[in-house]
T-cell receptor
């Protein structure tokens, strides 16, 4: 079965600084997608960024970017110029044709 | 109005009770999902449905059942609730035409079983 591992239960960053959240996954499939979701205290689940496994280019969405290393099965999220509103739980997720798996999450604190 | 609506938002009930959590969506998506979220475990897939006649078990379906009443409605039932089913439950939808089919989530139902 596919697994998604987030090895950092908690991370902290100073406002305006950069932070990287780690994610590794295990799969034998070649066709899949990877995602990062954000869950603020309001408990909503919000899509941050997505990456197609067949694309070598790393996805970018404004201050959010990923480092996708397919051979290493690694998918880290970089948040630049951190803002107070970035404080939340962040979940890495994997999707194939009929499977959807989430990591356990990383709680990000942003210090003013 | 929310695109994916879950009711109730919170529920406290007793062991052995039958509970139904409801989900409706206005996004027009064919695919719907139920997850539970537990601290330290992230979200785990309970059931998913690709259309009204296509329902599939997810990672942790034991103790749960679902019904897809229409394209827009997907309910989750706990036939005889037990305390370890206490969790935050999410409904989600996806569109196969969207690359990767990102999940569109409801606001969750916090369920406590005493």
């Amino acid at each position: 079965a596919q697994t998604v591992t987030q090895s950092q239960p908690e991370m902290s960053v100073q406002e305006a600084e950069t932070v990287t959240l780690s994610c590794t996954y295990d799969t034998s499939e070649s066709d899949y997608y990877l995602f990062w979701y954000k869950q603020p205290p309001s408990r909503q689940m919000i899509l941050v960024i997505r990456q197609e496994a067949y694309k070598q280019q790393n996805a970018t969405e404004n201050r959010f970017s990923v480092n996708f290393q397919k051979a290493a099965k690694s998918f880290s999220l970089k948040i630049s110029d951190s803002q107070l509103g970035d404080a939340a739980m962040y979940f890495c997720a994997y999707r194939s044709a009929r499977d959807m798996r989430f990591g356990a999450g990383t709680r990000l604190t942003v210090k003013p | 109005d929310a695109d994916v609506t879950q009711t109730p938002r919170n529920r406290i009930t007793k062991t052995g009770k039958r509970i139904m959590l409801e989900c409706s969506q206005t996004k027009g998506h064919d695919r719907m999902y139920w997850y539970r979220q537990d601290p330290g475990l992230g979200l785990r897939l309970i059931y998913y449905s690709f259309d009204v006649k296509d329902i599939n078990k997810g990672e942790i379906s034991d103790g749960y059942s679902v019904s897809r009443q229409a394209q827009a409605k997907f309910s989750l039932s706990l036939e005889s609730a037990i305390p370890n089913q206490t969790a935050l439950y999410f409904c989600a939808t996806s569109d196969p035409r969207q690359g990767g089919q990102p999940q569109h989530f409801g606001d969750g139902t916090r369920l406590s079983i005493l």
